[in-house]
Protein backbone atom coordinates (compact mmCIF):
# COMPACT_ATOMS: atom_id res chain seq x y z
CA UNK A 1 0.00 0.00 0.00
CA UNK A 2 1.43 3.43 -1.25
CA UNK A 3 0.26 6.66 -0.22
CA UNK A 4 0.54 10.00 -3.40
CA UNK A 5 1.31 12.72 -0.72
CA UNK A 6 3.05 14.79 -3.61
CA UNK A 7 -0.28 14.81 -5.04
CA UNK A 8 -2.18 15.02 -1.90
CA UNK A 9 -0.42 18.36 -1.23
CA UNK A 10 -0.47 20.06 -4.72
CA UNK A 11 -4.35 19.57 -4.77
CA UNK A 12 -5.56 20.74 -1.24
CA UNK A 13 -9.01 21.50 -0.50
CA UNK A 14 -11.60 21.25 1.85
CA UNK A 15 -11.07 16.80 2.43
CA UNK A 16 -7.42 17.93 2.84
CA UNK A 17 -8.38 19.99 5.86
CA UNK A 18 -10.55 17.12 7.26
CA UNK A 19 -7.76 14.94 7.07
CA UNK A 20 -5.76 17.44 8.57
CA UNK A 21 -7.86 18.13 11.48
CA UNK A 22 -8.42 14.37 12.11
CA UNK A 23 -4.45 13.50 11.69
CA UNK A 24 -3.92 16.32 14.60
CA UNK A 25 -6.74 15.10 17.01
CA UNK A 26 -5.07 11.59 16.86
CA UNK A 27 -2.00 12.74 17.44
CA UNK A 28 -3.00 14.55 20.42
CA UNK A 29 -4.82 11.86 22.04
CA UNK A 30 -1.67 9.59 21.40
CA UNK A 31 0.41 12.52 22.54
CA UNK A 32 -1.94 13.14 26.12
CA UNK A 33 -2.02 8.82 26.36
CA UNK A 34 1.58 8.43 26.24
CA UNK A 35 2.15 11.24 28.33
CA UNK A 36 -0.42 10.20 31.08
CA UNK A 37 1.26 6.69 30.87
CA UNK A 38 5.08 8.36 31.49
CA UNK A 39 6.36 6.35 27.88
CA UNK A 40 6.57 8.64 25.25
CA UNK A 41 9.85 7.03 24.02
CA UNK A 42 7.07 4.57 22.35
CA UNK A 43 5.27 7.31 20.84
CA UNK A 44 8.52 8.97 19.53
CA UNK A 45 8.72 4.83 17.90
CA UNK A 46 5.67 5.56 16.52
CA UNK A 47 6.16 8.55 15.13
CA UNK A 48 9.86 7.69 13.86
CA UNK A 49 8.54 5.03 12.01
CA UNK A 50 5.56 7.10 10.84
CA UNK A 51 7.82 9.76 9.24
CA UNK A 52 9.98 7.66 7.66
CA UNK A 53 6.74 5.79 6.08
CA UNK A 54 6.25 9.26 4.41
CA UNK A 55 9.42 10.47 3.43
CA UNK A 56 10.34 7.65 1.55
CA UNK A 57 6.85 7.94 -0.09
CA UNK A 58 7.63 11.53 -0.53
CA UNK A 59 11.02 10.55 -2.56
CA UNK A 60 9.73 7.47 -4.02
CA UNK A 61 6.60 9.77 -5.87
CA UNK A 62 9.22 12.55 -6.43
CA UNK A 63 11.59 10.10 -8.18
CA UNK A 64 8.67 9.10 -10.66
CA UNK A 65 6.38 6.88 -8.43
CA UNK A 66 8.42 3.46 -9.60
CA UNK A 67 11.18 3.88 -6.97
CA UNK A 68 11.84 2.65 -3.56
CA UNK A 69 9.28 0.12 -3.86
CA UNK A 70 10.74 -2.42 -1.23
CA UNK A 71 11.64 0.73 1.08
CA UNK A 72 8.28 1.67 0.71
CA UNK A 73 6.78 -2.05 1.64
CA UNK A 74 9.22 -1.99 4.55
CA UNK A 75 8.67 1.08 6.26
CA UNK A 76 4.67 0.66 6.13
CA UNK A 77 5.03 -3.00 7.68
CA UNK A 78 6.87 -1.72 10.40
CA UNK A 79 4.07 1.12 10.99
CA UNK A 80 2.24 -1.42 11.31
CA UNK A 81 3.94 -3.46 13.31
CA UNK A 82 4.98 -0.48 15.70
CA UNK A 83 1.06 -0.09 15.65
CA UNK A 84 -0.07 -3.89 16.85
CA UNK A 85 3.36 -3.44 19.16
CA UNK A 86 1.90 -1.14 20.99
CA UNK A 87 -1.56 -2.50 21.09
CA UNK A 88 -0.40 -5.36 22.30
CA UNK A 89 2.10 -3.85 25.32
CA UNK A 90 -1.05 -1.21 25.97
CA UNK A 91 -4.03 -4.05 26.01
CA UNK A 92 -4.82 -3.67 29.61
CA UNK A 93 -5.10 0.11 29.06
CA UNK A 94 -7.27 -0.36 25.95
CA UNK A 95 -9.11 -2.75 27.72
CA UNK A 96 -9.75 -0.51 30.39
CA UNK A 97 -10.62 2.07 28.35
CA UNK A 98 -13.85 -0.16 26.30
CA UNK A 99 -14.27 -1.09 29.87
CA UNK A 100 -15.04 2.58 31.20
CA UNK A 101 -17.33 3.59 27.61
CA UNK A 102 -19.81 0.33 28.26
CA UNK A 103 -20.12 0.60 31.99
CA UNK A 104 -22.30 2.54 33.98
CA UNK A 105 -19.74 4.70 36.98
CA UNK A 106 -20.55 7.20 39.71
CA UNK A 107 -22.09 4.10 41.91
CA UNK A 108 -24.26 6.22 44.57
CA UNK A 109 -23.21 5.91 48.16
CA UNK A 110 -26.31 5.71 50.76
CA UNK A 111 -24.17 6.06 53.51
CA UNK A 112 -24.26 8.64 56.26
CA UNK A 113 -21.09 10.54 57.35
CA UNK A 114 -21.42 8.60 61.15
CA UNK A 115 -21.55 5.40 58.86
CA UNK A 116 -18.63 6.15 56.69
CA UNK A 117 -16.80 7.82 60.15
CA UNK A 118 -17.27 4.35 61.54
CA UNK A 119 -16.31 2.43 58.69
CA UNK A 120 -12.90 4.62 58.68
CA UNK A 121 -12.04 3.80 62.27
CA UNK A 122 -12.48 -0.01 61.46
CA UNK A 123 -9.83 0.10 58.57
CA UNK A 124 -7.69 2.01 60.61
CA UNK A 125 -7.81 -0.58 63.75
CA UNK A 126 -7.68 -3.24 60.43
CA UNK A 127 -4.17 -1.48 59.73
CA UNK A 128 -3.08 -0.85 62.76
CA UNK A 129 -2.87 -4.45 63.98
CA UNK A 130 -2.17 -6.08 60.69
CA UNK A 131 1.02 -3.74 60.35
CA UNK A 132 1.70 -4.55 64.11
CA UNK A 133 1.95 -7.95 62.94
CA UNK A 134 3.64 -7.88 59.72
CA UNK A 135 0.49 -8.83 58.18
CA UNK A 136 0.07 -8.11 54.24
CA UNK A 137 -2.61 -6.31 53.00
CA UNK A 138 -4.08 -4.54 49.84
CA UNK A 139 -7.55 -2.83 50.96
CA UNK A 140 -9.28 -1.06 47.42
CA UNK A 141 -11.79 2.29 48.44
CA UNK A 142 -13.96 2.65 45.58
CA UNK A 143 -16.24 5.33 46.56
CA UNK A 144 -17.41 6.53 42.81
CA UNK A 145 -18.23 2.58 41.66
CA UNK A 146 -14.90 2.80 39.26
CA UNK A 147 -13.60 -0.78 40.21
CA UNK A 148 -15.31 -2.66 36.72
CA UNK A 149 -16.95 -5.98 37.18
CA UNK A 150 -14.64 -7.96 35.63
CA UNK A 151 -11.97 -7.44 38.69
CA UNK A 152 -14.95 -8.32 41.16
CA UNK A 153 -15.04 -11.18 39.04
CA UNK A 154 -11.38 -12.22 39.80
CA UNK A 155 -12.49 -12.69 43.44
CA UNK A 156 -15.07 -13.47 45.43
CA UNK A 157 -18.21 -11.61 46.43
CA UNK A 158 -18.90 -10.70 49.87
CA UNK A 159 -21.51 -8.05 49.80
CA UNK A 160 -20.52 -7.88 53.59
CA UNK A 161 -20.65 -4.89 56.35
CA UNK A 162 -17.06 -3.44 56.60
CA UNK A 163 -15.46 -4.59 60.13
CA UNK A 164 -11.98 -4.48 61.45
CA UNK A 165 -12.18 -8.35 62.23
CA UNK A 166 -13.33 -9.18 59.13
CA UNK A 167 -10.75 -7.44 57.05
CA UNK A 168 -8.06 -9.30 59.19
CA UNK A 169 -9.71 -12.56 59.08
CA UNK A 170 -9.60 -12.18 54.90
CA UNK A 171 -5.87 -11.26 55.10
CA UNK A 172 -4.86 -13.88 57.41
CA UNK A 173 -2.04 -16.06 55.99
CA UNK A 174 -4.35 -19.19 56.20
CA UNK A 175 -6.89 -17.78 54.58
CA UNK A 176 -7.78 -18.14 51.35
CA UNK A 177 -8.40 -14.92 50.32
CA UNK A 178 -5.62 -13.41 51.71
CA UNK A 179 -3.75 -12.94 48.29
CA UNK A 180 -5.71 -10.99 46.37
CA UNK A 181 -7.43 -7.19 47.25
CA UNK A 182 -10.37 -6.70 49.41
CA UNK A 183 -12.68 -3.90 47.51
CA UNK A 184 -14.68 -1.58 49.79
CA UNK A 185 -17.74 0.55 49.00
CA UNK A 186 -18.80 2.83 51.82
CA UNK A 187 -19.53 0.45 54.97
CA UNK A 188 -19.55 -2.84 52.96
CA UNK A 189 -17.03 -5.46 51.60
CA UNK A 190 -17.48 -5.90 47.81
CA UNK A 191 -15.30 -8.28 46.95
CA UNK A 192 -12.12 -10.13 48.49
CA UNK A 193 -9.30 -11.90 46.77
CA UNK A 194 -9.68 -9.41 43.36
CA UNK A 195 -6.35 -9.60 41.46
CA UNK A 196 -5.43 -6.23 40.28
CA UNK A 197 -3.20 -5.16 36.73
CA UNK A 198 0.15 -4.67 37.92
CA UNK A 199 1.95 -1.08 37.26
CA UNK A 200 4.49 -1.55 34.38
CA UNK A 201 6.44 1.51 36.09
CA UNK A 202 10.10 0.91 37.92
CA UNK A 203 8.81 1.30 41.56
CA UNK A 204 11.46 0.99 44.05
CA UNK A 205 12.95 -2.79 44.86
CA UNK A 206 11.71 -2.89 48.63
CA UNK A 207 8.22 -2.57 47.23
CA UNK A 208 6.19 -6.34 46.24
CA UNK A 209 3.88 -7.45 44.01
CA UNK A 210 0.77 -6.21 46.26
CA UNK A 211 2.42 -2.50 46.57
CA UNK A 212 2.77 -3.01 42.35
CA UNK A 213 -0.82 -4.12 42.46
CA UNK A 214 -1.86 -0.87 44.20
CA UNK A 215 -0.22 1.64 42.18
CA UNK A 216 -1.51 -0.15 38.69
CA UNK A 217 -5.42 -0.06 39.45
CA UNK A 218 -4.56 3.59 40.75
CA UNK A 219 -3.50 4.58 37.24
CA UNK A 220 -6.77 3.70 35.87
CA UNK A 221 -9.17 4.57 38.42
CA UNK A 222 -10.43 7.02 40.63
CA UNK A 223 -9.93 4.90 44.19
CA UNK A 224 -7.39 4.57 46.80
CA UNK A 225 -5.15 1.81 47.81
CA UNK A 226 -4.29 1.24 51.42
CA UNK A 227 -1.15 -1.59 51.71
CA UNK A 228 0.29 -2.89 54.56
CA UNK A 229 3.33 -4.31 53.47
CA UNK A 230 4.13 -8.38 55.48
CA UNK A 231 7.89 -7.71 55.25
CA UNK A 232 8.20 -4.16 57.20
CA UNK A 233 4.64 -3.89 58.24
CA UNK A 234 4.95 -0.06 56.94
CA UNK A 235 1.79 1.31 55.75
CA UNK A 236 1.32 3.19 52.23
CA UNK A 237 -1.32 4.58 50.44
CA UNK A 238 -2.03 5.17 46.87
CA UNK A 239 -3.72 7.72 44.69
CA UNK A 240 -3.70 8.73 40.87
CA UNK A 241 -0.59 6.09 40.91
CA UNK A 242 1.60 8.00 43.48
CA UNK A 243 2.42 6.51 46.51
CA UNK A 244 2.90 7.89 50.16
CA UNK A 245 4.49 5.03 52.52
CA UNK A 246 5.08 5.36 56.27
CA UNK A 247 1.64 6.70 57.02
CA UNK A 248 0.88 7.11 60.17
CA UNK A 249 -2.77 7.15 61.85
CA UNK A 250 -3.59 10.31 61.63
CA UNK A 251 -2.17 10.82 58.07
CA UNK A 252 -4.40 7.50 57.22
CA UNK A 253 -7.31 8.86 58.81
CA UNK A 254 -7.05 12.09 56.57
CA UNK A 255 -6.68 9.65 53.46
CA UNK A 256 -9.35 7.89 53.86
CA UNK A 257 -11.83 10.99 54.81
CA UNK A 258 -10.82 12.56 51.98
CA UNK A 259 -11.29 9.20 49.68
CA UNK A 260 -14.49 8.90 51.35
CA UNK A 261 -15.18 12.85 51.03
CA UNK A 262 -16.04 13.13 54.64
CA UNK A 263 -12.95 14.83 55.63
CA UNK A 264 -13.54 18.09 56.79
CA UNK A 265 -12.69 20.70 54.35
CA UNK A 266 -14.25 18.59 51.73
CA UNK A 267 -18.11 18.74 54.35
CA UNK A 268 -17.39 22.45 54.72
CA UNK A 269 -17.49 23.47 51.07
CA UNK A 270 -19.94 21.05 50.62
CA UNK A 271 -22.23 22.62 53.13
CA UNK A 272 -20.79 26.10 51.56
CA UNK A 273 -21.98 25.18 48.24
CA UNK A 274 -25.45 24.14 49.66
CA UNK A 275 -26.01 27.62 51.48
CA UNK A 276 -25.48 29.09 48.11
CA UNK A 277 -27.71 27.00 45.78
CA UNK A 278 -30.43 27.68 48.71
CA UNK A 279 -29.53 31.91 48.48
CA UNK A 280 -29.94 31.53 44.85
CA UNK A 281 -33.23 30.08 44.81
CA UNK A 282 -34.46 32.89 47.24
CA UNK A 283 -33.69 35.26 44.69
CA UNK A 284 -35.19 33.39 41.85
Known sequence: MTYNFVEFFTNLNYYAIIDAVIFIAVMAVMLLFFIYKRNVKVLLLLLIGAVLDIVINVLAEVAGGASLEIARYITHFVVVFDIVAACVVYQNDLKNIFQKVSSARNVELHNSNDELRASTLEILTACQNMAKQDVGAI??????????????????????????????????TKAPLHDGAVIVRGNRIIA?????????????????????????????TDVLSIVVSEETGIISVVKHGEIKRYMTMDKLNDEIELAYGISPNVVANRELQTKKKHKNRRFL
Open 192 to 220: AGCFLTLTQRNVNKEMGTRHRAAIGVTEE
Open 139 to 172: IIIDSVGDIHENILDTGTRLDAVLSAPLLESIFN
